[in-house]
């Protein structure tokens, strides 16, 4: 046994103690197996045949009931499975971003968990599919989603008989997506987490309730948000609370008027100076170095500010105009220290593309989209399983350079002639 097969062994271990059973550890192994394996399809008939070509019923039937019906706990599994990701992840330096984000995943029919016409973002419309939301930690060499949970619509959220049907727990409510991604930060940061500023694109950076929830929690961010956003451009703020006449309550919210407003971020940009544009390099890509031109300013966010009785505290906007374009094409808000430099906050800004190629791999590679139950708990188990694959993945990158594929794990022989149910020839 090699010194990778012995790492798999003791990670099987690891998570087999998290499921509890020790009957479930096979299942486990077959399944985790299955997903690293090479193979188009990553649902589980396909995987039980590869895993157990002479036996593919009887490992189905086990593989099928450890995935959507034994009731092990998915944040156990999930927080073993990171803890493998982190040791290794770290040894090229500290975390660096908390990603939050979602993915869709298209379905036809309405009967599996969540689904129902909303915007897909691997389809870029609105269409009929699932959306989970995660949270990965990473920085500039790995990532590892960390929290997994799925979006379920108010339409679901409030009727019973669809809940029973796919066994939605009784304590699911309705939640926005930022507020499933809001308490996927507050239960990490009670484990004590390496904390790191939250990254997020404009989907969630343009809720102003998800921003000011992280900055009372006192969690920096950099997220994403519309060129339609209001500020005060720098060195500019609302007016004073109106003098009190001595009558009634004293005025206590500060003010604008129609000469003194304050403007979008679009609108701002356009007055910005030649000298405060910078090109900078974040990382060097497939097709060389990624750079663009970004300005970073200081101002004060204005949603709704005339409902408070201070101004909203200075951060950061943050611009991204490319050489060539005719208007910039990405706008930030963060609440990072003022000291902190521009090619540090355009570092982290572009650092969600990390969560893009964790769902890519996680996709194409693992099978996360491949689930074919209709369950949430299944859903939430196949999610699970596909990221303590990854967690594994992950950290035998961390060990090689450049990275090797799990070369150890071998793919058995299939019977002549079988076909797995909806295929349209033999496999």
């Known amino acids: 046994m090699d010194a990778a097969t012995r790492r798999f062994e003791r990670y099987l271990d690891q998570l087999a103690s998290a499921v509890g059973h020790a009957d479930r550890r096979e299942p486990l192994r077959a399944y985790l197996t299955g997903l690293c394996l090479p193979g188009e399809r990553k649902s589980i008939e396909p995987m039980a045949a590869r895993v157990d070509p002479r036996h593919v019923r009887a490992r189905h039937q086990s593989m099928h009931h450890f995935v959507a019906h034994a009731p092990w706990d998915d944040h156990v599994v999930l927080r073993t499975a990171r803890q493998m990701a982190l040791d290794s992840l770290e040894r090229h330096g500290p975390v660096a971003a908390w990603i939050v984000d979602d993915t869709g995943f298209p379905k036809k029919g309405r009967h599996s968990v969540g689904v129902t016409r909303q915007y897909c973002g691997v389809l870029g419309k609105q269409e009929n599919c699932q959306v989970a939301v995660s949270l990965s930690l990473a920085n500039e060499v790995a990532s590892i989603p960390v929290a997994y949970d799925l979006y379920l619509p108010e339409s679901w959220a409030a009727d019973r008989g669809r809940r029973a049907a796919v066994g939605v727990p009784d304590e699911i409510v309705f939640r926005t997506k930022w507020q499933i991604a809001l308490d996927q930060v507050s239960a990490l940061r009670l484990d004590e987490l390496p904390p790191a ?147 540090q906050l355009v570092r982290l800004a572009k650092l969600r593309w990390r969560i893009e190629r964790d769902y890519e791999e996680l996709k194409d590679e693992l099978g996360l989209d491949h689930f074919e139950g209709r369950g949430w708990r299944g859903f939430h188990h196949h999610g699970t399983l596909c990221i303590a694959a990854y967690a594994f993945l992950v950290a035998e990158r961390a060990r090689l350079s450049p990275p090797a594929p799990l070369s150890f794990l071998r793919t058995a022989a299939l019977p002549r002639g079988f076909k797995p149910r909806g295929a349209p020839r033999a496999a």
């Open 197 to 343: 500023p939250v990254v997020a694109d404009a989907g969630y950076g343009q809720i102003t309730a998800f921003r000011d929830r992280l900055s009372e929690a006192e969690i920096p961010y950099v997220v994403g948000i519309p060129g339609e956003t209001s500020v005060w451009p720098p060195g500019d703020e609302p007016l004073e609370p109106k003098r009190w006449s001595g009558r009634g309550r004293p005025p206590h919210r500060v003010r604008r008027s129609a000469a003194h407003r304050p403007t979008s971020a679009a609108a701002l940009s356009q007055t910005v100076p030649a000298r405060s544009w910078r090109t900078v390099t974040w990382r060097e890509g497939t097709r060389g170095a990624m750079r663009s031109r970004f300005a970073w300013l200081r101002v004060r966010p204005a949603h709704r500010d005339y409902d408070r009785p201070a101004p909203r505290p200075i951060e950061w906007l943050g611009i991204e105009w490319p050489v060539g374009e005719t208007e910039p094409t990405k706008y930030w808000l963060s609440t990072l220290d003022e000291a902190t430099s521009v090619e």
